[in-house]
């Protein structure tokens, strides 16, 4: 089975974001949106992917990708 990579880090550095302003734009602590930027999370909120992509301007495609096992 393969797995959900997310790609936030890739969509921040495109957008010219530091992790403290999308912290602070979206709502979250720095210490959870880290963990999600460096895939140390199992599962999102929809309300959190949602700010996220509003913040950035992106669609949930744009930071989630499926990868297959090899």
């Given at each position: 089975?393969?797995?959900?990579?997310?790609?936030?880090?890739?969509?921040?550095?495109?957008?010219?974001?530091s992790l403290n302003e999308?912290?602070?734009?979206?709502?979250?602590?720095?210490?959870?949106?880290?963990?999600?930027?460096?895939?140390?999370?199992?599962?999102?909120?929809?309300?959190?992917?949602?700010?996220?992509?509003?913040?950035?301007?992106?669609?949930?495609?744009?930071?989630?990708?499926?990868?297959?096992?090899?």
């Amino acid at each position: 089975m393969g797995k959900i990579v997310l790609r936030l880090d890739r969509m921040m550095v495109e957008r010219k974001m530091s992790l403290n302003e999308l912290a602070e734009r979206v709502g979250i602590s720095n210490v959870n949106l880290s963990k999600i930027k460096n895939n140390k999370v199992t599962a999102i909120r929809f309300a959190t992917l949602a700010a996220i992509c509003e913040v950035l301007d992106c669609k949930a495609g744009d930071i989630l990708e499926f990868q297959k096992d090899e």
